[in-house]
Nanobody
Framework: QVRLVESGGGLVQAGGSLTLSCAASGTFFSINTFGWYRQAPGNQRELVARVSSDGSTNYADSVKGRFTISRDTPRNTVYLQMNDLKPEDTARYYC??????????????WGQGTQVTVSS
């Protein structure tokens, strides 16, 4: 079983900052890619940022220059530093991990999400 637990969401004013964390626990071999996704009411879930096992990252155009994703591989934890937040960043943010299991299969896992609300 793999469990992803997010934390760090909340209410912030426009221009403010938040840092999200996601810790993976359970029995597995390693985590290949960590990602943060978000979903606002009435919208599809969209990729925000992703970091691979080699440290390479990619971001949605809407967050480039404002958000930074990083990972602590030994702690199986991923972070999302969000600066200069805008009302349109309001959404539920979900952690995703592509987990390499001891069975030698790679499967995606999701957290329950954490709410980020940005007031204008």
């Amino acid at each position: 079983q793999v469990r992803l637990v997010e934390s760090g969401g909340g209410l912030v004013q426009a221009g403010g900052s938040l840092t999200l964390s996601c810790a993976a626990s359970g029995t597995f071999f390693s985590i290949n890619t960590f990602g943060w996704y978000r979903q606002a009411p009435g919208n599809q879930r969209e990729l925000v940022a992703r970091v691979s096992s080699d440290g390479s990252t990619n971001y949605a155009d809407s967050v480039k220059g404002r958000f930074t994703i990083s990972r602590d591989t030994p702690r199986n934890t991923v972070y999302l530093q969000m600066n200069d937040l805008k009302p349109e960043d309001t959404a539920r943010y979900y952690c995703n991990a592509d987990v390499f299991h001891v069975s030698r299969t790679t499967l995606p896992h999701w957290g329950q999400g954490t709410q980020v609300t940005v007031s204008s």
